[in-house]
Protein backbone atom coordinates (compact mmCIF):
# COMPACT_ATOMS: atom_id res chain seq x y z
CA UNK A 1 0.00 0.00 0.00
CA UNK A 2 1.07 3.43 -0.80
CA UNK A 3 -0.52 6.87 0.20
CA UNK A 4 1.15 10.07 -0.86
CA UNK A 5 -0.10 12.93 2.17
CA UNK A 6 -0.06 16.66 0.70
CA UNK A 7 0.10 19.83 2.86
CA UNK A 8 0.85 23.32 3.02
CA UNK A 9 -2.33 24.70 1.52
CA UNK A 10 -3.78 27.58 2.65
CA UNK A 11 -4.76 31.39 2.02
CA UNK A 12 -2.49 33.57 1.04
CA UNK A 13 -2.56 37.49 -0.77
CA UNK A 14 -0.98 38.14 -4.25
CA UNK A 15 2.42 38.17 -4.57
CA UNK A 16 2.80 35.86 -1.83
CA UNK A 17 4.92 32.36 -1.23
CA UNK A 18 3.55 28.91 -0.02
CA UNK A 19 5.48 25.98 0.19
CA UNK A 20 3.66 22.42 -0.80
CA UNK A 21 5.26 19.18 0.74
CA UNK A 22 3.87 15.98 -0.33
CA UNK A 23 5.43 12.57 1.59
CA UNK A 24 4.77 8.93 0.50
CA UNK A 25 4.44 6.34 2.82
CA UNK A 26 4.67 2.44 2.52
CA UNK A 27 7.61 0.00 1.80
CA UNK A 28 9.01 2.04 -0.54
CA UNK A 29 11.77 0.37 -2.66
CA UNK A 30 11.21 3.55 -5.09
CA UNK A 31 9.43 6.11 -7.21
CA UNK A 32 10.62 7.17 -10.92
CA UNK A 33 9.28 10.83 -11.31
CA UNK A 34 7.30 12.73 -8.77
CA UNK A 35 4.94 16.00 -9.83
CA UNK A 36 2.63 18.31 -8.28
CA UNK A 37 -0.18 18.76 -10.32
CA UNK A 38 -3.34 21.61 -10.53
CA UNK A 39 -7.13 21.74 -10.61
CA UNK A 40 -8.70 25.17 -10.37
CA UNK A 41 -13.10 24.95 -10.50
CA UNK A 42 -14.41 24.10 -13.92
CA UNK A 43 -10.87 23.67 -15.57
CA UNK A 44 -9.44 20.36 -16.42
CA UNK A 45 -6.53 18.90 -13.78
CA UNK A 46 -2.94 20.27 -15.44
CA UNK A 47 1.18 19.38 -14.62
CA UNK A 48 2.79 22.29 -12.60
CA UNK A 49 6.13 21.01 -12.33
CA UNK A 50 7.66 17.55 -12.75
CA UNK A 51 11.04 15.92 -11.21
CA UNK A 52 12.74 12.69 -12.23
CA UNK A 53 14.55 10.84 -10.04
CA UNK A 54 17.55 11.95 -11.39
CA UNK A 55 16.54 15.79 -10.26
CA UNK A 56 15.31 16.89 -14.24
CA UNK A 57 12.50 19.35 -13.83
CA UNK A 58 10.43 20.60 -16.09
CA UNK A 59 7.75 23.59 -15.41
CA UNK A 60 4.66 23.99 -16.89
CA UNK A 61 4.70 27.63 -18.61
CA UNK A 62 2.58 29.20 -16.16
CA UNK A 63 4.92 28.02 -13.38
CA UNK A 64 8.51 28.38 -14.76
CA UNK A 65 10.27 31.10 -12.97
CA UNK A 66 8.19 31.62 -9.94
CA UNK A 67 7.85 27.99 -8.94
CA UNK A 68 10.66 25.68 -8.13
CA UNK A 69 9.88 21.79 -7.42
CA UNK A 70 12.71 19.32 -5.45
CA UNK A 71 12.75 16.11 -3.94
CA UNK A 72 14.20 13.68 -1.16
CA UNK A 73 14.78 10.71 -2.83
CA UNK A 74 15.83 9.54 0.42
CA UNK A 75 12.70 10.41 2.36
CA UNK A 76 10.30 9.91 -0.71
CA UNK A 77 9.31 13.56 -0.33
CA UNK A 78 8.40 16.19 -2.93
CA UNK A 79 7.96 19.91 -2.43
CA UNK A 80 6.84 22.67 -4.19
CA UNK A 81 7.91 26.58 -3.70
CA UNK A 82 5.12 28.66 -4.94
CA UNK A 83 6.82 32.57 -5.89
CA UNK A 84 4.65 35.55 -6.91
CA UNK A 85 1.48 34.04 -6.18
CA UNK A 86 -1.58 34.76 -8.47
CA UNK A 87 -5.08 34.93 -8.08
CA UNK A 88 -5.06 32.38 -11.08
CA UNK A 89 -2.76 30.67 -9.44
CA UNK A 90 -5.93 29.00 -7.22
CA UNK A 91 -6.86 25.25 -6.85
CA UNK A 92 -6.49 21.86 -5.53
CA UNK A 93 -2.80 21.08 -5.90
CA UNK A 94 -2.33 17.37 -6.53
CA UNK A 95 0.68 15.47 -5.57
CA UNK A 96 1.44 12.47 -8.31
CA UNK A 97 4.37 9.65 -8.02
CA UNK A 98 4.78 7.18 -11.33
CA UNK A 99 6.41 3.69 -11.29
CA UNK A 100 6.62 3.69 -7.04
CA UNK A 101 7.95 0.05 -6.42
CA UNK A 102 7.15 -1.77 -2.97
CA UNK A 103 8.08 -5.07 -2.72
CA UNK A 104 7.23 -6.84 -5.93
CA UNK A 105 4.40 -4.20 -7.19
CA UNK A 106 4.76 -1.72 -9.23
CA UNK A 107 2.43 1.07 -9.10
CA UNK A 108 1.81 3.51 -12.43
CA UNK A 109 0.92 6.30 -10.52
CA UNK A 110 -0.30 7.37 -7.32
CA UNK A 111 -1.97 10.17 -6.34
CA UNK A 112 -2.51 12.11 -2.82
CA UNK A 113 -6.12 13.83 -1.83
CA UNK A 114 -5.03 17.30 -2.97
CA UNK A 115 -4.32 20.46 -0.94
CA UNK A 116 -6.04 23.53 -1.52
CA UNK A 117 -4.39 27.19 -2.37
CA UNK A 118 -6.23 29.98 -2.31
CA UNK A 119 -4.75 33.77 -3.80
CA UNK A 120 -6.81 36.49 -2.49
CA UNK A 121 -6.80 40.02 -1.30
Known amino acids: QVQLVESGGGLVQPGGSLRLSCAAS????????MGWYRQAPGKQRELVAR???????NYADSAQGRFIISRDNAKNTVNLQMNSLKPEDTAVYYC???????????????WGQGTLVTVSS
Open 51 to 57: ITNGGFT
Open 96 to 110: KAENVVVGSRRYREV
Open 26 to 33: GSIFSIND
